[in-house]
């Protein structure tokens, strides 16, 4: 297909044929259903969301007065998720053989009819996807929950990416467990009620909500609680040695005390009868510590990939008692192969990686050898960032999909953490939702269509009439570019508004610890932090940011809250990069310097923090949101501190 014949289409269909000449919609539309496709029409909304498609579009352009005749028909063979489409002078001829193959040649039309028009050149599209399991896996676990209202929007935006498989990711106190409640009297979780709605909108739009929760390691919200504490591993904490000693707090469960499996049967039995997905995403991923506290006797005894896999096998048989299938984490299991031939068959591994340096590759072959089914999980990269990591995400998102591609993955799912506050604003993720829908719909036309990405952006997730965001959206994930930093998983920006401010020396030992002692929790041999940090490249890529925001002319529903979020986006980088000159008095000569640069922080950092809370409450609930802003806080209160001693 030549460049110039590309469609206004994201994700890209598998096969376009032109079979030239051309025709318009009109406003009188004729159907001929075939008798066995009627009910599935009706499921898939067909007459409705086709006659909102055509209003929406007619309101660009006029309609012709030749009325378009619509053939639906089954076909035999065609892939479950599959369609044909073909407009030409007879009308439209749509083919499917599933209810979901005729979903997805509707949500094709939709986004044609939206950024096409009415009047389309003659062709024929034959579409499948090359994923069974295409999917987005959002943390609601770490502060941010968003209100249900914003959980329908997200699914939508899933139906018109040809996504299937949507998880929200639970490590605190996220859903309402009953016989829990009591300890968590700060929280605002979802309701059993809640997310069965949920499930069935979901269901509604071909999309399988799958229960998440965890189960061993990642459990510091409970384990803090004074009822839970003596089912962790470490009740007073894991001592670490790097370089001096010093606690990490508990996180993970203790595997053989039968009180931690009791916990999760009773949280099971309240969570799962709300879904009515096969799967359990029970995770069990980086239980820190591990073997070397209340299991260290029976981790001596048998090793630390048995021990795991004694306490993986009580939570699969839990699962299996509500009828349904385990999905777990891969990373213990692929640093001990011993353990990954004691996965059954009836599980399925998610493998995640999301740094780009390293590919999928190695745990892809090992896992495929292994007969075990899995899914590649790659990254938004949006965590811990403010605006996104561009070009990890690209290229993470990309190796995930070719190498689960060539290694025979059953599923690419993208994931989106809420590290440190989740403070990425869902605009800033919608770059790797929409690549990683792209790539598991059909990876190798996908691939590398950075400016197809930013049109779809552009013109049918966000309507800018300007036509920029989506080109905003991607550059503005690429700052840390000009940081060089050797911070993983996040930038150095980021990591100043959470440590709030200190001098050079101290945040450099910081940070080298911080390196340090994840690379020890990991098994793995630490880089020393290193920086680079190009100061006037940075106030000049702000600049560009600050006058490319101000062209956007969004006209979606929430378009003044996405500008506002961006904007505020923008504010916090120019705060960290504030706290960076202060830090290393960059274009001071004395005091005076020094307390104004101060002063100007405070009244910005002041700003930033109301509309931070602001914009919150518009799409989340309130619970959480005082750990997400506890960092910033304490930054204002350090101005304060200072200012007041000067």
Same mark, same amino acid.
Request: overall charge negative; proline content about 4%.
């Given at each position: 297909?030549?460049?110039?014949?590309?469609?206004?289409?994201?994700?890209?269909?598998?096969?376009?044929?032109?079979?030239?000449?051309?025709?318009?919609?009109?406003?009188?539309?004729?159907?001929?259903?075939?008798?066995?496709?009627?009910?599935?029409?009706?499921?898939?909304?067909?007459?409705?969301?086709?006659?909102?498609?055509?209003?929406?579009?007619?309101?660009?352009?006029?309609?012709?007065?030749?009325?378009?005749?619509?053939?639906?028909?089954?076909?035999?063979?065609?892939?479950?998720?599959?369609?044909?489409?073909?407009?030409?002078?007879?009308?439209?001829?749509?083919?499917?053989?599933?209810?979901?193959?005729?979903?997805?040649?509707?949500?094709?039309?939709?986004?044609?009819?939206?950024?096409?028009?009415?009047?389309?050149?003659?062709?024929?599209?034959?579409?499948?996807?090359?994923?069974?399991?295409?999917?987005?896996?959002?943390?609601?676990?770490?502060?941010?929950?968003?209100?249900?209202?914003?959980?329908?929007?997200?699914?939508?935006?899933?139906?018109?990416?040809?996504?299937?498989?949507?998880?929200?990711?639970?490590?605190?106190?996220?859903?309402?467990?009953?016989?829990?409640?009591?300890?968590?009297?700060?929280?605002?979780?979802?309701?059993?009620?809640?997310?069965?709605?949920?499930?069935?909108?979901?269901?509604?739009?071909?999309?399988?909500?799958?229960?998440?929760?965890?189960?061993?390691?990642?459990?510091?919200?409970?384990?803090?609680?004074?009822?839970?504490?003596?089912?962790?591993?470490?009740?007073?904490?894991?001592?670490?040695?790097?370089?001096?000693?010093?606690?990490?707090?508990?996180?993970?469960?203790?595997?053989?005390?039968?009180?931690?499996?009791?916990?999760?049967?009773?949280?099971?039995?309240?969570?799962?009868?709300?879904?009515?997905?096969?799967?359990?995403?029970?995770?069990?991923?980086?239980?820190?510590?591990?073997?070397?506290?209340?299991?260290?006797?029976?981790?001596?005894?048998?090793?630390?990939?048995?021990?795991? #896999?004694?306490?993986?096998?009580?939570?699969?048989?839990?699962?299996?008692?509500?009828?349904?299938?385990?999905? #777990?984490?891969?990373?213990?299991?692929?640093?001990?192969?011993?353990?990954?031939?004691?996965?059954?068959?009836?599980?399925?591994?998610?493998?995640?990686?999301?740094?780009?340096?390293?590919?999928?590759?190695?745990?892809?072959?090992?896992?495929?050898?292994?007969?075990?089914?899995?899914?590649?999980?790659?990254?938004?990269?949006?965590?811990?960032?403010?605006?996104?990591?561009?070009?990890? #995400?690209?290229?993470?998102?990309?190796?995930?999909?070719?190498?689960?591609?060539?290694?025979?993955?059953?599923?690419?799912?993208?994931?989106?953490?809420?590290?440190?506050?989740?403070? =990425?604003?869902?605009?800033?993720?919608?770059?790797?939702?929409?690549?990683?829908?792209?790539?598991?719909?059909?990876?190798?036309?996908?691939?590398?269509?950075?400016?197809?990405?930013?049109?779809?952006?552009?013109?049918?997730?966000?309507?800018?009439?300007?036509?920029?965001?989506?080109?905003?959206?991607?550059?503005?994930?690429?700052?840390?570019?000009?940081?060089?930093?050797?911070?993983?998983?996040?930038?150095?920006?980021?990591?100043?508004?959470?440590?709030?401010?200190?001098?050079?020396?101290?945040?450099?030992?910081?940070?080298?610890?911080?390196?340090?002692?994840?690379?020890?929790?990991?098994?793995?041999?630490?880089?020393?932090?290193?920086?680079?940090?190009?100061?006037?490249?940075?106030?000049?890529?702000?600049?560009?940011?600050?006058?490319?925001?101000?062209?956007?002319?969004?006209?979606?529903?929430?378009?003044?809250?996405?500008?506002?979020?961006?904007?505020?986006?923008?504010?916090?980088?120019?705060?960290?990069?504030?706290?960076?000159?202060?830090?290393?008095?960059?274009? #001071?000569?004395?005091?005076?310097?020094?307390?104004?640069?101060?002063?100007?922080?405070?009244?910005?950092?002041?700003?930033?923090?109301?509309?931070?809370?602001?914009?919150?409450?518009?799409?989340?609930?309130?619970?959480?949101?005082?750990?997400?802003?506890?960092?910033?806080?304490?930054?204002?209160?350090?101005?304060?501190?200072?200012?007041?001693? =000067?």
């Amino acid at each position: 297909m030549k460049q110039e014949q590309l469609m206004p289409l994201y994700p890209m269909p598998r096969l376009v044929k032109w079979l030239g000449g051309q025709r318009s919609w009109s406003a009188s539309v004729t159907y001929d259903i075939q008798e066995r496709a009627v009910a599935d029409m009706e499921r898939v909304r067909l007459n409705g969301r086709l006659e909102q498609a055509l209003a929406d579009s007619s309101r660009q352009a006029a309609y012709t007065d030749t009325p378009v005749h619509i053939r639906v028909s089954l076909k035999e063979g065609l892939h479950q998720e599959g369609y044909v489409l073909q407009w030409d002078e007879t009308g439209l001829h749509i083919e499917y053989s599933q209810p979901a193959g005729l979903n997805y040649a509707v949500v094709t039309l939709e986004q044609l009819l939206s950024r096409q028009g009415l009047t389309w050149s003659c062709f024929r599209i034959e579409d499948e996807p090359d994923y069974p399991v295409r999917g987005l896996m959002l943390d609601i676990g770490r502060s941010k929950i968003p209100k249900l209202t914003e959980l329908f929007q997200l699914i939508d935006q899933m139906e018109r990416l040809k996504l299937n498989h949507l998880q929200l990711y639970m490590e605190g106190y996220c859903f309402e467990y009953e016989q829990h409640k009591t300890a968590f009297p700060e929280s605002t979780p979802m309701t059993a009620e809640e997310f069965r709605r949920l499930d069935a909108y979901a269901a509604s739009r071909f999309i399988d909500l799958v229960p998440n929760q965890n189960c061993l390691g990642h459990m510091g919200d409970w384990l803090s609680k004074p009822a839970y504490r003596e089912l962790a591993e470490h009740p007073d904490g894991m001592p670490i040695e790097a370089p001096f000693r010093l606690t990490f707090p508990p996180t993970t469960l203790n595997p053989v005390d039968p009180r931690s499996l009791d916990l999760i049967r009773g949280m099971f039995d309240e969570l799962l009868p709300a879904f009515t997905s096969d799967w359990v995403n029970i995770n069990l991923d980086e239980p820190f510590g591990l073997g070397s506290g209340k299991s260290k006797e029976r981790c001596a005894a048998i090793g630390l990939g048995p021990l795991y #896999m004694e306490y993986a096998e009580g939570v699969i048989e839990i699962v299996r008692s509500h009828g349904k299938r385990a999905m #777990m984490w891969g990373d213990v299991l692929t640093r001990h192969p011993e353990a990954a031939r004691r996965i059954p068959d009836d599980v399925t591994i998610l493998d995640w990686n999301y740094d780009s340096s390293i590919s999928f590759a190695e745990h892809c072959s090992m896992l495929q050898k292994n007969g075990i089914s899995y899914y590649v999980c790659p990254g938004t990269s949006s965590w811990s960032s403010l605006s996104g990591r561009t070009d990890n #995400m690209l290229n993470n998102i990309a190796d995930a999909a070719i190498q689960g591609r060539k290694h025979g993955a059953g599923g690419l799912i993208v994931t989106d953490w809420g590290d440190n506050g989740h403070w =990425q604003v869902p605009a800033i993720s919608y770059p790797g939702y929409a690549y990683a829908a792209g790539l598991s719909w059909y990876t190798e036309g996908n691939l590398q269509r950075e400016n197809e990405l930013e049109s779809y952006l552009s013109e049918y997730v966000f309507k800018d009439a300007s036509g920029e965001i989506g080109h905003f959206l991607m550059e503005l994930g690429r700052y840390y570019h000009l940081e060089n930093s050797s911070l993983d998983n996040g930038t150095y920006l980021s990591a100043l508004l959470t440590r709030g401010l200190k001098s050079r020396e101290q945040l450099v030992k910081e940070l080298s610890l911080f390196l340090r002692i994840f690379a020890e929790l990991n098994g793995e041999t630490a880089n020393p932090f290193q920086l680079d940090f190009q100061y006037r490249d940075i106030l000049d890529w702000l600049e560009k940011r600050k006058e490319q925001l101000e062209r956007l002319d969004l006209q979606a529903p929430d378009a003044n809250v996405i500008t506002d979020e961006l904007r505020n986006t923008l504010r916090l980088i120019e705060q960290a990069v504030g706290i960076h000159r202060y830090m290393c008095r960059i274009d #001071m000569t004395g005091a005076e310097d020094e307390r104004r640069c101060l002063i100007g922080l405070k009244a910005d950092l002041e700003t930033a923090l109301d509309e931070f809370n602001r914009l919150w409450r518009i799409r989340n609930r309130e619970g959480g949101l005082a750990a997400s802003n506890t960092a910033l806080y304490r930054l204002l209160a350090q101005y304060e501190e200072i200012l007041t001693a =000067q």
